[in-house]
């Protein structure tokens, strides 16, 4: 992910006022909130479907640790962004739920800007491998892992990255 982005989020998330109330936001029938719920873009945080979390099984979420993981304070995003390709394109995330609209909200951010982003998937096309995410020009979050030569926890272990 680009420096930019990053820089733009931990600036967003820490400095500015984190007022969420930019966003429209409804909760549909299938209780997913839907925020600004246009035709054109998508940004919407759900609990994790079932399919995503069998998904994650055995990836992000290691199966050695699959029962300390609570995926109930997680969030499945669904994010519309602006591709390298000058198109729209819809990712997908995972976050922590305590993060959810503020992620949201700097996306569409990011979209009604049209800042660029090669692509946005879950770190699980990766097999959870973060250097081939990263080296595919990947934007994702949630991934339980350790720190590369330590027994430490990852902030995207703990749902709480800021390198969204």
């Known amino acids: 992910m680009s420096k930019f982005i990053i820089l733009f989020i931990i600036f967003r998330m820490m400095y500015m006022n984190q007022d969420i109330g930019k966003l429209n936001i409804d909760t549909n029938s299938n209780g997913i909130e839907v925020f600004n719920n246009q035709e054109e873009n998508v940004f919407t945080s759900e609990p994790i479907p ?9 990836k992000s979420i290691p199966m050695e640790y699959k029962d300390g993981v609570n995926i109930d304070e997680l969030r499945y995003l669904k994010i519309t962004y602006w591709g390298f390709d000058s198109k729209t394109h819809v990712g997908e995330m995972i976050v922590n739920s305590s993060v959810a609209r503020e992620v949201l909200d700097i996306f569409k951010e990011l979209y009604e800007i049209k800042y660029p982003i090669e692509k946005i998937k879950l770190i699980d096309e990766y097999n959870a491998n973060d250097e081939l ?8 979050s949630f991934c339980y892992r350790v720190v590369s030569g330590t027994n430490n926890l990852s902030n995207h272990a703990k749902r709480c990255s800021n390198r969204y």
């Not at 995410?133 to 994702?140: E, L, Q």
């Open 133 to 140: 995410s990263m080296s595919d020009n990947n934007t994702s």
């Open 50 to 58: 079932n399919n995503v979390y069998e998904k994650m099984l055995g």
